[in-house]
Structure formats: structure tokens, C-alpha cells
């Protein structure tokens, strides 16, 4: 089984930094325990060191969990912070911008729109 970006619900980054030595039961209890969120759903959950240079993504696929590393060689990933829930919300297409390198909340990308006609 793969992980297609188009089959995952919700994504979510948290806002914090987190010890990235955990494993998959650590970053399970997170979600459950500190976010108050169930990590046996269709979401994205992220992950960053202090120095946002590395993440950690875990995801369930309903035959097991995935845990997915990225470490950036030079930089570090950029994000606007929200301190009320600990996390905030991205699309696919602002993870792809994150898994780049990019910022998630760039005014330059081209907006999504639904033609009207041809």
C-alpha cells in the first residue's frame, strides 16, 4: 500500500516543536493526548523539531500507521504559527509547498478556481 496526498483528509501541523526521537506509539499519544484529536483518522499529522529542519509525519492508512521523515540539508521550514489550538490546518497543495522547502501561506502561487466554461 502507498500514500497518495489526494486520498489524506485533513492535514495538520503542530504549531510547537517536538522531540523527533519518538516513534509511532510517541506521536500517536500527541495527537490523543495533547491535541485532543483521534490518530485512527483520515489525517496528516506533522511534526518539527526546534529547529525546523526536520518533520515527521504520521499518518494511518486503516491497516497501519505510516511515519514519514524529511530532513532538510540547508533552510528550515516555514509556517505561520497558531498558538490557540496548537495546530493549523494546510492543503495539499501547501504541503507540497512545505516538502519543498517553500512557505505555506505564499501570496505568489496561482489560485485554484472551477472553470465555467471552455
Request: aromatic share 14%.
Amino acid at each position: 500500500m502507498s500514500i497518495s496526498f489526494k486520498d489524506i483528509g485533513e492535514i495538520y501541523l503542530v504549531t510547537g516543536y517536538t522531540d523527533l526521537r519518538k516513534g509511532i506509539d510517541g506521536y500517536a499519544g500527541i495527537v490523543q493526548n495533547t491535541l485532543k484529536l483521534a490518530p485512527f483518522q483520515d489525517k496528516l499529522f506533522i511534526f518539527c523539531n526546534q529547529q525546523r529542519n526536520k518533520i515527521k509525519c504520521l499518518y494511518w492508512d486503516k491497516t497501519g500507521f505510516w511515519l514519514l521523515y524529511k530532513r532538510l540539508e540547508t533552510g528550515h521550514f516555514k509556517w505561520k504559527k497558531d498558538s490557540t489550538t496548537g495546530t493549523v490546518i494546510i492543503t495539499e497543495t501547501q504541503l507540497m509547498w512545505l516538502l519543498s522547502g517553500l512557505k505555506t501561506d505564499s501570496k505568489t502561487s496561482i489560485k485554484e478556481t472551477s472553470p465555467k466554461y471552455v
